[in-house]
């Protein structure tokens, strides 16, 4: 028990699966707990018309995913989906496992990052101020461009301390570290002297554990593999783009009552363009193909 609120062991969540397998067409299994309701508002704009999925199963944390598909034999239909964490700016994927899905972001919050979605909440926020006006294209690109390349390279060198110094803190830093609070009420806004101290001091302590030359091929490795790889995958969405998403919202004259809130009018908004791969995969499984990860 954690804060007086009951902790399942990972058996007694995969048994969710078998209590709810007769009401849904489709058990889907994720790290995160607490994230059932934005999920399936998600996946809901995904999946074939027709289809159910009326529960989410959390297993808190990937390992419990990953280990659950390596042992599920069973005929029902399952996805299993973790995050690329770290791990995709490194190039480094789960593969072979059937029904796994790693996704193409750090994490499921990435995809919620968008114009579409954010005119939306401004414009349900206002009640009268037309889509075109409340978040044009190019003040959704200037918000994001002047901090694009520094959080690029905060999270290259979050991947090089994950290689070379594993022990240190890095992306559960998250956006305080990267952020001052200019405008009460407004909340933090992006600092770029806070990023480049970030960057530095995990360059600095790194260095106790390798040496420069070794430190400075890795970064150069790292951000080579990272070319085809967008900024808006590569950064955590939800310890770095989301806080300062809901910063940018609430500027514009929008406003969330919770990160949980947020997460949900997003998923209900965003656009779905980039979950073309997963949403092919929650079809494929419906169809009772099997999909192996990659």
Same mark, same amino acid.
């Given at each position: ?6 902790? *399942? ?69 399952? #996805? ?5 964490? #770290? ?6 994927? $789960? &593969?072979?496992? !059937? ?36 978040? %044009?294209?190019? $003040? *959704? ?25 594993? %022990? ?11 952020? %001052? ?12 002297? !806070?990023?480049?101290?970030? @960057? ?14 070794? *430190?400075?091929? &890795?970064?150069? $490795? ?26 940018? @919202? ?8 919770? &990160? $949980? ?29 099997? @999909?192996?990860?990659?």
């Amino acid at each position: 028990m954690i804060g007086g609120v009951p902790v *399942w062991p990972p058996s007694a969540l995969e048994s969710v699966g078998l209590l709810y397998r007769p009401l849904q067409d489709l058990e889907v299994y994720v790290e995160d707990k607490d994230s059932e309701v934005f999920y399936l508002e998600l996946l809901g704009r995904l999946i074939p018309s027709g289809k159910k999925i009326k529960k989410i199963i959390p297993l808190n944390g990937r390992a419990n995913v990953v280990d659950l598909c390596k042992r599920y034999n069973d005929p029902s239909p399952a #996805l299993f989906l973790i995050d690329g964490d #770290l791990d995709l700016t490194l190039k480094v994927r $789960e &593969t072979g496992l !059937k029904n796994l899905f790693q996704l193409r972001s750090y994490c499921i919050e990435n995809y919620l990052f968008c114009l579409a979605g954010s005119r939306e909440i401004i414009v349900e926020t206002s009640g009268k101020v037309l889509p075109e006006k409340a978040l %044009t294209t190019e $003040e *959704w690109e200037s918000f994001f461009n002047y901090v694009n390349e520094p959080l690029r390279e905060l999270f290259i060198v979050f991947a090089a301390a994950r290689v070379l110094a594993p %022990t240190l803190r890095t992306v559960s830093l998250g956006y305080s570290s990267i952020s %001052t609070q200019k405008v009460r009420k407004k909340g933090r806004e992006p600092d770029l002297a !806070k990023i480049s101290s970030v @960057i530095e001091t995990i360059k600095v302590q790194s260095l106790q554990f390798t040496s420069e030359e070794i *430190w400075l091929s &890795t970064i150069q $490795e790292i951000r080579k593999n990272a070319q085809d790889i967008q900024t808006i995958d590569m950064v955590s969405g939800k310890d770095f783009l989301l806080p300062m998403l809901d910063m940018f @919202i609430r500027s514009k004259g929008g406003s969330t009552a919770s &990160t $949980e809130s947020l997460m949900f009018r997003l998923a209900r908004h965003c656009s779905i363009n980039r979950l073309d791969e997963l949403g092919a995969a929650l079809q494929s499984v419906l169809d009772g193909d099997v @999909i192996f990860s990659s």
